[in-house]
C-alpha cells in the first residue's frame, strides 16, 4: 500500500517540514550531480554501525548519524522517504509547534540509527536515509491522530484501487511489517534498515508527550484527532 494523502488540515504552514524535504532534495542533487560520485557520496554522508565500537571512528560516526538523515541510495529511495515524510510530518508540526518538531524530528533519527547500530554491531554498510526519523512522525501521528483517514493506493494483482484507512490501521500495518521485516532479515547484510524504522517509530511514540505544547487542552478542543491525552 503506498499513502497518498491524509484528511486532517494543517491550521498553519508547515515551515520546518517543508524545510526538511528541501534539505533532502538539495542533498540529494548534490550526490547525483556535485559528489565526485553517488558512491562517494554515500561513503562519505553515510553511517557505518561498526564505527560506533571503535574510538578512533568514533567521532566521524557521531557526526554521520546527521549526514546520514539527510543521504540517499536512489531516486526511489529519497522520492518515497518524501511522500512519507509530506503526508506525516506537517500535521506532528502542527501540534507541537516548530522548534519544538524540529528537536523532536532530529531525536527520532538519533533513535532510529540507535536501534540500528545494536541490531547490526559489526556492519560495515553505510547507511542512508531520511526513513529512521520519518518513522518517529509516523509512531507520532499514530497516537495524535489514530482516527484520521489515510488515502493509500492498493494494488490487487494488475488493477489499481484508492482506499481511505484509519491512520492507526496504516499505521500499525507498516509497523508490524518492519518489524517482521527486521526478524526475517539479516541487518548486517545491508538493504532496508528495518530495525532503523521500528526504532524510530518507537522514539516517536515514547518522547511525544514531553514535546506537546502546555495548552495541548485547547488544542484538543479544536480537533477531534488530538484523542491520545
Known amino acids: 500500500m503506498i499513502p497518498i494523502k491524509d484528511d486532517i488540515p494543517t491550521r498553519r504552514t508547515p515551515i520546518v517540514t517543508y524545510l526538511l524535504v528541501a534539505a533532502n532534495v538539495a ?19 553515510g553511517l557505518v554501525p561498526a564505527e560506533f565500537w571503535r574510538r578512533d571512528t568514533l567521532l566521524s560516526a557521531l557526526v554521520s548519524v546527521f549526514t546520514s538523515m539527510f543521504a540517499h541510495g536512489s531516486f ?13 510530518a506537517n500535521n506532528v508540526e502542527d501540534v507541537m509547534g516548530r522548534a519544538r518538531f524540529a528537536v523532536f524530528y532530529l531525536l527520532c533519527g538519533i533513535g532510529a540509527v540507535a536501534a540500528q ?57 507498516w509497523l508490524v511489517l518492519q518489524i517482521l521485516g527486521g526478524l526475517l532479515s539479516d541487518p548486517a547484510r545491508g538493504g532496508v534498515a528495518f530495525w532503523a524504522h521500528v526504532g524510530g517509530a518507537f522514539t516517536g511514540m515514547v518522547f511525544l508527550r514531553f514535546f506537546l505544547p502546555t495548552d495541548i487542552r485547547r488544542i484538543r478542543r479544536r480537533t477531534r484527532y488530538l484523542d491520545y491525552f
Do not use: K
Open 27 to 45: 542533498v540529494f542533487t548534490w550526490q547525483i550531480g556535485g559528489a565526485p560520485s553517488f558512491e562517494a557520496s554515500v561513503l562519505r554522508l
Open 76 to 88: 526511489l529511495h529519497v522520492a518515497s522517504n518524501l511522500l512519507y515524510l509530506w503526508i506525516f
Open 117 to 173: 547500530v545494536i541490531a547490526a554491531p559489526t556492519s560495515t554498510i553505510p547507511m542512508v536515509g531520511a526513513s529512521g526519523a520519518i518513522s518517529g512522525m509516523l509512531g507520532a501521528y499514530l497516537l495524535l491522530f489514530p482516527f484520521a483517514r489515510v488515502l493509500v493506493v492498493v494494488p490487487i494483482f494488475f488493477f489499481i484501487r484508492l482506499a481511505w484507512l484509519p491512520a492507526a490501521l496504516f499505521i500499525l500495518l
